[in-house]
């Protein structure tokens, strides 16, 4: 686990209170925001490191 992950769920709990089904319910609203945002990076990734290749200059 992450620090932004251990972070984001100890806040959650805190809101939430620790029942039973918190992990599950937690996991849940964790995953889909998560898989969007790993495709972002997928697809942004080698636009971004172009530009960062032009903005570099190679010796």
Known sequence: MSAV??????????AAGLESGFASTWRG???APWLVAFRAVLQTAPVTHRFEARLVSQP
């Open 29 to 31: 609203a964790w995953l």
């Open 5 to 14: 992950e251990a972070i984001v769920s100890s806040s959650a709990m805190r």
